[in-house]
């Protein structure tokens, strides 16, 4: 199995709780997906305008070889369903000691998370 560690930074300070209760229901109903934390955490950045996050921590069940192609469906499957997701500012994944937004995830980072 392999852990993977993503971050929702959210521009409003929204019912975190909640939201974090979906974010685990939806990412956990995927198939890939052996078991998924999410802890809601109050932030108040004033100049960078993020008021709350989410850090959500999910083990995902992988055959020999086949890592990147489930995280390619994660990834998929988090585009999804993050329009639902008021105030969304961004979606942070953690490649080893960088913290990469979602949408600059490039075949690389995949690497080196698959590497661990």
């Known amino acids: 199995m392999a852990e993977i560690n993503l971050r929702f930074e959210f521009s409003q300070d929204n019912d975190l709780n909640q939201v974090a209760e979906m974010l685990e229901k939806r990412i956990g109903q995927l198939q890939m997906v052996n078991e998924v934390e999410s802890v809601p955490e109050k932030m108040k950045l004033t100049g960078v305008e993020v008021a709350s996050a989410i850090g959500v921590t999910i083990l995902v069940v992988r055959s020999s070889g086949e890592l990147i192609g489930e995280i390619r469906k994660l990834i998929t499957e ?17 490649v080893g000691d960088q913290r990469v937004k979602l949408e600059d995830l490039d075949d690389e980072h995949l690497r080196r998370m698959e590497q661990g």
């Open 78 to 94: 988090i585009k999804k369903f993050s329009s639902d997701l008021h105030d969304l500012k961004n979606i942070f994944f953690d």
